[in-house]
């Protein structure tokens, strides 16, 4: 079974700074990788995915991630973030074929300093 | 396209109740999938649904039971409520089964006293 490591519980950032939210998994092949975010109260929104392909992946806004077969990660960048970032970033991991359960790691705060 | 809805929004119950959530997908998503939310637990998966069917199931117990009608809207039930029920009940709907591209919905956040 697959599983998703997110290292970081909490993680804090003074706005305009670079970000860098780690996601390691475990499965005996490659998979579907997603990285999602959530704001209080609310739900999940799709960030960006890799399914096959181009290793660095673009999302929406302004965030990528690059798979990384050889280290078994998909770290979520971003460049410069802004205050309306702070959320909570879940990673998650999907089996390729047959049937299909998602796993999230346990998400990673993100807090701005303004 | 309008996105997946889900009401209620916020439900209050007491032990041993029954409670019923329901989730409209994203226009012509034929796969809903459901999630508990806890600040212990994560996320954890509940069950899939796809063309009526219950494809997948996570590790809960049967008083967790859902179904999916004809227009792909589904519906979550949980008897016999616990304290330990109080979380954050997401839905999912995705194209496909099996792709693991999913959109949520805000969830409906339910409190067992």
């Known amino acids: 079974a697959q599983s998703v490591t997110q290292p970081d519980i909490h993680i804090t950032v003074s706005e305009g700074a670079s970000l860098e939210l780690r996601c390691n998994y475990s499965y005996g092949a490659t998979p579907y990788l997603f990285w999602y975010v959530q704001s209080p109260g609310q739900g999940l929104q799709l960030l960006l995915k890799?399914?096959?392909?181009?290793?660095l992946v673009q999302g929406i806004k302004g965030f990528e991630a690059e798979f990384k077969r050889s280290q078994s990660s998909f770290n979520l960048r971003k460049p410069s973030v802004h205050w309306s970032d702070a959320a909570e970033y879940f990673c998650a991991v999907g089996a390729r074929g047959g049937s299909y359960i998602p796993t999230f790691g346990r998400g990673t705060s993100l807090i701005v300093h303004p | 396209k309008a996105g997946v809805t889900q009401t209620p929004r916020y439900l209050i119950k007491t032990r041993g109740q029954q409670v019923t959530l329901s989730c409209s997908p994203i226009?012509?998503?034929?796969?809903v999938s459901w999630y508990q939310q806890t600040p212990g637990q994560g996320l954890q998966f509940l069950f899939e649904y796809f063309s009526e069917t219950q494809r997948n199931k996570g590790n809960f117990p049967g008083r967790f039971s859902g179904r999916q009608f004809s227009n792909s809207r589904s519906e979550m039930n949980v008897s016999t409520l616990e304290l330990g029920d109080s979380a954050l009940y997401l839905c999912?709907?995705?194209?496909?089964?099996?792709?693991?591209?999913?959109?949520f919905g805000p969830g409906t956040r339910l409190t067992v006293t």
């Open positions: 999912a709907s995705s194209l496909e089964q099996g792709r693991g591209e999913q959109y």
């Open positions: 890799y399914f096959s392909g181009d290793t």
């Open positions: 226009s012509g998503h034929r796969s």
